[in-house]
């Protein structure tokens, strides 16, 4: 029996996939810049609160799209909403 307001689909295969292959891949540090991206946080605020130089931020992003298979901040950080990071 289904409850009203209660989304009853399966996730999508693009979104399973995601999931299962990015998440176990990404470091402690790919993370946390994950989620200052889905914060809307610049560069430069994402290495000042980490500690890290701006081009170290430029580097992990690079890696994260890489990994994430995408191709700009904005769909980065909606992938970090889908693994709710």
Excluded: W
């Amino acid at each position: 029996m289904e409850r009203p307001g209660y989304d009853t689909h399966q996730p999508s295969a693009a979104t399973t996939a995601v999931t299962c292959a990015a998440s176990p891949r990404l470091t402690p540090t790919q993370i946390r810049v994950l989620r200052g991206v889905h914060s809307g946080l610049l560069n430069k605020q994402i290495a000042f609160d980490l500690g890290i130089a701006e081009a170290t931020v430029k580097v992990h992003m690079t890696a994260l799209m890489r990994k994430l298979n995408v191709r700009n901040r904005t769909q980065a950080a909606i992938v970090a909403q889908t693994l709710a990071i």
